[in-house]
């Protein structure tokens, strides 16, 4: 994707040079968005009526300067309940420039304290979704970068009400097309709203075929007229999703305000990730850790790295590492302004180590935009480094490295997260009320019920009947602290090649990692400790050298368990009743195109969050969120298709088409 080409005009205002049309009003743009958009959805008394807890969704087309986005939180702010939630969703083909973007929102200073929010986590022109967590995560922003057309119908959930925006019809035709308005139609429900700066007549015509009402009313400024109106008549549904991972999506047993709780096991990234994103909409959550603190298995590495792995070729698990990773770094720096030492936003450069990796790499640097990776030099990468360096590579300039265990303590630092400690699970059975969980507590066992049960405790997952069917597997992994030098101490970035190398904390570095498939110990190992200092030797011969060579000083290390699933996407979602689903869906052994009239049966109340192997820091984060939005029936922060690569039922389909149990 590449930004928005702008000029300025003699107001200072941005204009498209590529469709020779304003971003707003030259009159007052706040203004215009208020009685355009803002009144013409009724959205201060719609946002007052809501109940403590529910969450208003708000779709735009052409997300432009934000100003839209800004005066509708303002507006959320000012009316709502102070429990209530907003979801802003927007799209954007030609996504401002950060600079500009700051530019055009400085005209307006009653509204710096949203849009400085806002431009702290933009990073404009990487293609997909982009989702970010504002003022506590009470507001939620969905930022849907590519064409309107291509995206709309891969938003998975139903609209409250639509700015629809955009350069206007006759210098945007492309935008404006009946493709547009059915799809606005397949993602609102009865009674959906929408308001509209144009009347054009392909406008109303587009609106009306969709289902949609039609009222005119007055333009602002110079304009005439506006529209807006609601959705009277529900198209037939024409979803081409398997329906085999359709019914995922709906508000959870425990949504009565009094008994909205859950029972979370496993006190890990993932699971205090799931915690904190339903603790902030309201949800009392009891996070179980087997250890005496939280972060105690692979979540509790000394230093973590945002480390991705992507492609080119936007591989669904390329498009979903890229946008776990933007949202990782907004939660984390949203969590560093009162923690600083949470994590140091230090980048993370990836050595092109042979010509494969670095043909890779400039596929990657040619695909995303030089704010989010660059490919530089040798020379380039040892200056940010702060060590000589021997290979080229790509820099990831937002990346860093974080403390897991902290953050983890940070997420579940909440009001409504009562952390429940040398709780072990053993068996998890279904009654009448709910799900009956039997824990071991030292020397006691107890029970604990609770409606709603969410396991995230990675290869232990599977260890419970009704989870047997997700694939999961541990990969043992040791790291190696090393008592830093003053040469080791220049390092100022995290250097990835075969290993990786952290700049140093405390006088101590972490390098690593190693990779076993075969062992299940976590005994801290001698040879590890030497296979991790020879990694470094390999790709990073200086970085070798300043950490002591062969006799550097090891300080210690640290054994422990990567959790993934065979196609490296985590599980996450609700849990199907396996023995229904095998008798409802037997035709996929025999006919994958098949035509079902009845989505699987789901066991109520049982979800998982679990596979996110060396990737957590980035996956478990935005997994969290977007259970926590499928538990609370709101749209999703990522597309249909990756929701169901992410959907733990995928195993027993390719099981089942396989022929096999």
């Known amino acids: 994707m590449a930004h928005a080409d702008l000029e300025w005009n003699e107001n200072g205002q941005p204009v498209s040079t590529a469709f020779d049309d304003i971003y707003f009003s030259t009159t007052c743009g706040i203004e215009e968005t208020r009685h355009v958009f803002i009144n013409g ?204 991972y359709q019914g995922t999506t709906q508000p959870s047993s425990g949504m009565d305000e009094k008994t909205r709780s859950a029972i979370i096991v496993g006190g890990g990234l993932a699971g205090c990730n799931t915690a904190r994103a339903l603790a902030e909409r309201g949800w009392k959550i009891t996070l179980l850790e087997q250890h005496n603190a939280l972060a105690m298995e692979a979540s509790g590495n000394p230093q973590g790295i ?59 640097a040619r695909h995303f935009p030089e704010d989010f990776l660059s490919f530089l030099s040798r020379e380039e990468l040892s200056e940010r480094a702060g060590i000589p360096l021997e290979h080229e590579g790509i820099y990831f300039p937002h990346a860093g490295w974080v403390d897991p265990a902290n953050f983890c303590k940070a997420l579940a630092k909440h009001d409504n997260i009562n952390v429940v400690a040398n709780a072990r699970l053993q068996s998890l059975k279904k009654d009448e009320n709910g799900w009956t969980l039997t824990l071991q507590s030292e020397d006691n066992i107890q029970t604990m019920q609770s409606r709603d049960v969410i396991i995230t405790c990675a290869k232990a997952s599977t260890q419970l009947p009704p989870l047997s069917y997700i694939p999961l597997k541990n990969i043992r992994g040791q790291i190696t602290e090393i008592s830093s030098t003053d040469k080791s101490s220049l390092l100022k970035t995290t250097v990835c090649g075969k290993g990786y190398a952290a700049p140093a904390i405390k006088g101590r570095h972490t390098i690593g990692a190693t990779f076993d498939f075969q062992s299940d110990s976590a005994e801290v190992l001698e040879k590890d400790h030497e296979q991790n200092l020879s990694m470094q030797e390999t790709c990073a011969p200086e970085i070798y050298k300043a950490l002591g060579g062969a006799q550097a000083h090891i300080l210690g290390g640290r054994a422990s368990f990567r959790c993934t699933t065979p196609d490296y996407m985590p599980a996450v979602g609700a849990i199907v009743d396996q023995a229904c689903f095998q008798e409802d869906f037997a035709m996929l052994r025999k006919n994958m195109k098949h035509r079902f009239t009845q989505p699987p049966k789901y066991l109520k109340g049982l979800y998982i969050n679990a596979g996110h192997g060396s990737r957590g820091l980035i996956t478990a984060p935005l997994c969290g969120e977007l259970l926590a939005a499928q538990m609370n029936g709101e749209c999703s922060p990522v597309t249909s298709d990756l929701l169901d690569h992410l959907n733990p039922t995928r195993f027993l389909v390719r099981a089942m088409s396989r022929n096999k149990t």
């Not at 669904?316 to 990773?325: D, E, K, T, V």
């Not at 600083?340 to 043909?359: F, H, M, Y």
């Open 41 to 244: 959805n009724r959205l201060p008394e719609r946002f007052s009526a809501l109940n403590q807890n529910e969450c208003f969704t708000l779709a735009e087309t052409g997300f432009g300067t934000g100003l839209n986005f800004l005066c509708a939180w303002a507006c959320f702010e000012k009316e709502a309940p102070e429990s209530a939630r907003l979801h802003y969703i927007s799209t954007e083909k030609h996504p401002l420039a950060r600079e500009d973007l700051q530019q055009a929102l400085s005209i307006w200073p009653e509204l710096a304290s949203y849009s400085k929010q806002l431009t702290a986590c933009y990073i404009p022109a990487v293609e997909g979704h982009q989702h970010f967590s504002l003022d506590g995560g009470r507001i939620k922003l969905t930022l849907c970068m590519g064409d309107t057309l291509s995206l709309l119908p891969d938003l998975e959930g139903q609209v409250d009400a639509w700015i629809l925006d955009g350069f206007s019809p006759a210098k945007n035709p492309e935008m404006w097309q009946p493709g547009l308005f059915s799809a606005m139609a397949r993602k609102s429900h009865l009674n959906t709203t929408y308001a509209t700066f144009t009347a054009a007549r392909i406008v109303r015509d587009g609106l009306i075929q969709a289902g949609f009402s039609v009222e005119k009313g007055s333009g602002f400024g110079l304009k005439r007229e506006m529209i807006n109106g609601k959705l009277i008549h529900k198209p037939d549904d024409q979803t081409i999703r398997p329906l085999w």
């Open 306 to 364: 945002l480390y991705t792995k992507l492609s080119a070729n936007q591989t669904p698990l390329s498009r979903f590492i890229a946008q776990g990773y933007l949202y990782s770094i907004s939660l984390l720096n949203t969590y560093a302004r009162q923690q600083p030492d949470l994590w140091q936003q230090s980048g993370v450069i990836q050595l092109a180590i042979n010509e494969k990796v670095r043909t890779r790499h400039l596929e990657l």
